[in-house]
């Protein structure tokens, strides 16, 4: 699921130790010198440490810093507050995650600006329909400083990022899958090809029957990487046993807070709400029947055992503002599926391209594309010039783009062909991409239902699939990640 990481105090990175630096200590431990279990609470105290992730010292420092605003979160949401060794230890699996996707991000440099998470801040602004005063004055209602919300967006914003270069690329939607799920849609919906009125009416009152939006929470007991059997079972029992203190009455939030091992943990387990295609199959299976502020049976995974709530389930609600995070906010953003004709007007389009280079500048690109608008006004052949000239991929083809739609190319090249009638050719036009020579060849007007249908049927199922893929990843990255856990030896990991 997402990580809804919550904004966090993070304490100075310089540690004084008793004669032992922070890099001397890690490499310590780097280099297999570990503490056993027994003597874990003596070696805290001698060197503040709470836990190594590879080379990097959390300090206890830090961690006590993130306890306190824990704990002023969790009362602010009237969850009751665990017992302080048991926050201290929901603390600090988070911020091992935490730190292991900044070293991820790092490795991969990606970095997030100031001037990025500001961006970030006005996209949640407009989704939640405010100005971007309005959402910082909402954040530091909540008592949450607004420094410290653009530092949790920050975060969010890298790990959007990561998640793009190490999981998306390698999902792939195929033309069946979308047309499977555009059958079961039809089926669902008993719309598919009825051709009688009360067929149809039939099928419109159960399509009005599903519910618009499904809000979850999860208490999930995690499995690491390669456990043994007998393991499994142990952490099985420990669902079981959960299960069993939810259905006596024990509140799902507080037991979250303190028993589960979700990044989302300190918010009660909440996962939020999106429309019911935006959750993955597996939490549609499992909480189809279950009621409003019911829970599900125990649910298995690649990352261990799931109990889902079901907080909401009916008409679309707005999320607090507060909530809400730029890659967390995409599903519920998504429209229903369209019913009837899509009209759009297409451009065929052709361009010549020059690129701006190291070696090629704008001003020398945009001469050269003058130079090109001259010989074309003069009457030589547009797509003998792209072919011998253009740098872009529809060179061979004499710059052919094929048929656009709005929206499909970037701002300046879509306004410039936007302003050409079918025949016309521009004047050289700059964007990120160079200086382009835009030619229109014909437009037409096109029903773009089926094309909509199909490109929303990828976004669902490329959601229902991305999201349990990050977790998989990042499961697979504490595994082979040498992870120190002081407050909790058991969840030390030593790669193999």
């Known amino acids: 699921m997402r990580s809804p990481y919550t904004t966090r105090r993070l304490a100075s990175l310089l540690l004084v130790l008793l004669g032992v630096s922070a890099s001397a200590a890690a490499q310590?431990?780097?280099?297999?010198?570990?503490?056993?279990?027994?003597?874990?609470?003596?070696?805290?105290?001698?060197?503040?440490?709470?836990?190594?992730?590879?080379?990097?010292?959390?300090?206890?420092?830090?961690?006590?810093?993130?306890?306190?605003?824990?704990?002023?979160?969790?009362?602010?949401?009237?969850?009751?507050?665990?017992?302080?060794?048991?926050?201290?230890?929901?603390?600090?699996?988070?911020?091992?995650?935490?730190?292991?996707?900044?070293?991820?991000?790092?490795?991969?440099?990606?970095?997030?600006?100031?001037?990025?998470?500001?961006?970030?801040?006005?996209?949640?602004?407009?989704?939640?329909?405010?100005?971007?005063?309005?959402?910082?004055?909402?954040?530091?209602?909540?008592?949450?400083?607004?420094?410290?919300?653009?530092?949790?967006?920050?975060?969010?914003?890298?790990?959007?990022?990561?998640?793009?270069?190490?999981?998306?690329?390698?999902?792939?939607?195929?033309?069946?899958?979308?047309?499977?799920?555009?059958?079961?849609?039809?089926?669902?919906?008993?719309?598919?090809?009825?051709?009688?009125?009360?067929?149809?009416?039939?099928?419109?009152?159960?399509?009005?029957?599903?519910?618009?939006?499904?809000?979850?929470?999860?208490?999930?007991?995690?499995?690491?990487?390669?456990?043994?059997?007998?393991?499994?079972?142990?952490?099985?029992?420990?669902?079981?046993?959960?299960?069993?203190?939810?259905?006596?009455?024990?509140?799902?939030?507080?037991?979250?807070?303190?028993?589960?091992?979700?990044?989302?943990?300190?918010?009660?387990?909440?996962?939020?709400?999106?429309?019911?295609?935006?959750?993955?199959?597996?939490?549609?299976?499992?909480?189809?029947?279950?009621?409003?502020?019911?829970?599900?049976?125990?649910?298995?995974?690649?990352?261990?055992?799931?109990?889902?709530?079901?907080?909401?389930?009916?008409?679309?609600?707005?999320q607090p503002a507060q909530a809400q995070a730029p890659a967390a906010a995409a599903p519920s953003q998504q429209a229903p599926m369209p019913e009837g004709p899509m009209m759009v007007t297409q451009t065929h389009a052709s361009h010549i391209l020059i690129k701006i280079t190291p070696a090629m500048s704008e001003q020398r690109a945009r001469e050269r594309a003058r130079q090109l608008e001259h010989r074309l006004s003069m009457g030589e052949n547009f797509e003998e010039l792209a072919r011998l000239y253009s740098e872009d991929a529809s060179a061979p083809q004499g710059g052919d783009l094929g048929w656009l739609n709005p929206g499909e190319t970037v701002p300046a090249f879509e306004q410039a062909m936007n302003a050409l009638q079918p025949g016309q050719i521009s004047a050289p036009v700059l964007s990120q991409f160079g200086w382009h020579i835009i030619r229109v060849d014909d437009r037409r007007e096109k029903d773009m239902e089926d094309e909509y249908r199909r490109m929303q049927a990828r976004q669902i199922l490329f959601q229902r699939r991305v999201e349990p893929a990050f977790e998989d990843w990042l499961s697979q990255l504490r595994g082979q990640a040498y992870i120190d856990n002081r407050l909790d030896p058991q969840s030390s990991r030593r790669p193999r």
């Open 28 to 318: 310590q431990t780097a280099a297999g010198q570990q503490p056993s279990a027994e003597n874990a609470a003596e070696h805290q105290a001698v060197d503040g440490i709470a836990a190594v992730v590879n080379k990097q010292v959390i300090t206890l420092r830090q961690v006590d810093a993130q306890v306190r605003t824990a704990e002023a979160q969790l009362k602010q949401q009237n969850i009751a507050v665990p017992d302080r060794q048991i926050l201290r230890r929901q603390v600090l699996q988070r911020m091992i995650s935490d730190e292991l996707l900044r070293q991820e991000a790092e490795r991969l440099n990606i970095e997030v600006t100031d001037a990025g998470a500001e961006q970030a801040a006005a996209v949640i602004a407009q989704r939640n329909r405010m100005t971007p005063e309005q959402l910082r004055a909402e954040i530091e209602r909540s008592g949450v400083s607004w420094a410290d919300y653009l530092k949790d967006l920050r975060h969010e914003v890298m790990v959007d990022q990561l998640r793009q270069r190490t999981v998306d690329r390698n999902i792939h939607i195929s033309d069946a899958d979308v047309d499977a799920f555009l059958k079961s849609q039809q089926r669902r919906s008993g719309l598919g090809s009825l051709n009688q009125r009360g067929q149809a009416q039939q099928g419109q009152q159960a399509q009005q029957a599903q519910p618009s939006v499904l809000g979850l929470a999860q208490i999930l007991v995690a499995v690491p990487e390669g456990a043994s059997a007998a393991e499994v079972q142990r952490l099985r029992s420990k669902a079981e046993e959960l299960l069993s203190r939810l259905r006596a009455g024990a509140d799902f939030a507080s037991l979250a807070a303190s028993s589960s091992d979700a990044p989302e943990a300190l918010q009660g387990g909440d996962l939020g709400v999106r429309p019911p295609e935006g959750w993955p199959d597996l939490f549609l299976q499992a909480t189809q029947g279950v009621q409003a502020g019911g829970v599900s049976d125990i649910v298995q995974s690649g990352n261990g055992f799931h109990i889902l709530k079901v907080v909401t389930r009916g008409q679309e609600a707005q």
